[in-house]
């Protein structure tokens, strides 16, 4: 299975080093990838979501267009750890290769959600797209070791 994460932001310091740890698990398990986007600043927000949506979808269709798409958005669908595991166990077994996305502060645009498969939500709550992308990683390693068996998860 070959999965690849879009996400807005560039992790730093202790950020970066928590998620290169859980990506560099994670491709025990197979492939894993990670694009970033990171727009400077200096722009109104309208301008800034516009140019991290066009980037998210230009490389969907560049890149990533033969993947089951998964957005991560507040009205997604919210999974226990266990669910994951089962989630990611059915999608290995349908041979599908998977794209999680991530927005930025303002999410993803309507015309990316509607090419998702799948949404996701990770919290009730709102969460920073750092911290969403550290949740998410490690959610899925969470979940490649609950099909494994290992003792990560308890």
């Known amino acids: 299975m070959k999965i690849a994460l879009l996400c807005i932001g560039r992790p730093r ?17 197979g492939s894993f990838e990670t694009i970033c986007h990171e727009v400077k ?16 979808h230009h490389q969907v269709h560049k ?7 998964i957005g991560l958005e507040r009205q997604g669908k919210m999974l226990s750890s266990a669910e994951m595991g089962h989630w990611l166990s059915e999608r290995q077994r349908m041979g599908k290769n998977l794209l999680f996305m991530i ?21 009730k709550m709102t969460l920073p797209h750092k911290l969403a ?7 899925l390693y ?3 070791t609950i099909l494994q068996g290992g003792p990560y998860h308890k």
């Open 13 to 29: 310091g202790a950020w970066l080093e928590i998620v290169q740890d859980y990506e560099k698990r994670l491709r025990v398990f």
């Open 41 to 56: 600043g200096g722009m109104q927000e309208g301008v800034r979501s516009r140019k991290e949506n066009e980037f998210l």
């Open 63 to 69: 890149k990533y267009g033969d993947r089951h798409i």
């Open 103 to 123: 927005g930025g502060a303002c999410g993803l645009q309507a015309s990316l959600v509607q090419e998702c498969h799948e949404l996701f939500s990770l919290s």
């Open 133 to 139: 992308r550290v949740f998410l990683v490690e959610q």
């Open 142 to 144: 969470r979940a490649f």
